[in-house]
């Protein structure tokens, strides 16, 4: 039970409390060395990751890893992916992999889920290195797994969800975006199905289909149908806000909210709105977000795209006064012309 409210808590962003609750679980002597122990030193790195606490999660994850016990076997399959993931997100892809091979040989054969997990894992490692192709033929290959597996239901409809999004982000980054929006289609699909339309993760994935096709739209050569595209987008982002505001805990879910007013942020400038855009980055400034967190660099770059196009605003309308007012002093003096005319005749 403490367990499961530390990982309530955590992810509910109550990082202090859920540490705390860890740290009590693993400084009782009667759970050491037993599944829960290990259990439990594994979420604290997850949450640990979350905080960016990367070294002191990769020495206990190591730990964990190594561990002869076989208390530990429940959870060293996902020790050694977690692992894998790390090394992505520092770049060394090779070490990545090795940590992927020792999940896959961790894992047990009808553990589906690990399975999927790990080689959609591998499918982003090769993305990474931009093998668009050998990503794609993994993820292919995943799905087929999942076709020939016992399992049925929900759980494995959602494990598609997963991979259909996954190609969808490999034929992105390949050029083929009317492919990436197909599957995204699918996925989203599922998720409003099988987790109901307002659940979180069917949010997010309508807020990636609408930007999907945003960039669709900035590849239209036609005005009428590129405006087309982006107010359906536009609406969709709007709702998609409305509906993450509206939920249990919206601070839970302020990371969703950011990324959305940034990108709705973005669409007022393409659209030429600067008030409505300077609006959503007062907002956004509002947000306490980490120095170095990825949102703060988008948040500075909409930033300086709003103040170009409040620059170009400023100059249009000097321009515009300055030709007024030249025509005034031309209309002005064409009547004192006409007046002193007047007079001499």
Known sequence: ITLNLANALSGQEETHKAMELYDQLLNMKSLKKTKLSFMTRF???LLLVKMG???????????IGENPSSMANDVRARVFLTLGNLAVSDGDIDEAMEYFDHALDEADDDDVSALVYTKRSIAMAQLDIRQYDTAISTLEDVLEDISYSDADGKS???LKAEIWNSLARVYRKRGDLQQAI???????????TDLGE?????LRNLTNLQLLLLEEAEELEDYDDAKSVTDVAKYELEDTLNAFESLDYPWTYLLDIATLKINMGLLAVWEGKH??????VSQLEEIELPLEHSLVHRIAFLDECLEELEMAGKVKDAD????KKSSNRKSKGGSQRSSRKSKRR
């Not at 606490?53 to 730990?63: G, M, P, S």
């Not at 307002?198 to 069917?202: D, H, L």
């Open 43 to 45: 979420n604290k790195c």
């Open 53 to 63: 606490d990367f070294d002191e999660a990769k020495v206990i994850l190591h730990r």
């Open 156 to 158: 494995v409809n959602l």
């Open 182 to 192: 197909d599957f995204a289609r699918l996925a989203l699909q599922t998720y409003k």
């Open 198 to 202: 307002k659940n979180p993760i069917t």
């Open 275 to 280: 008030k409505k855009a300077r609006k959503l």
């Open 320 to 323: 515009i006064k300055k030709r």
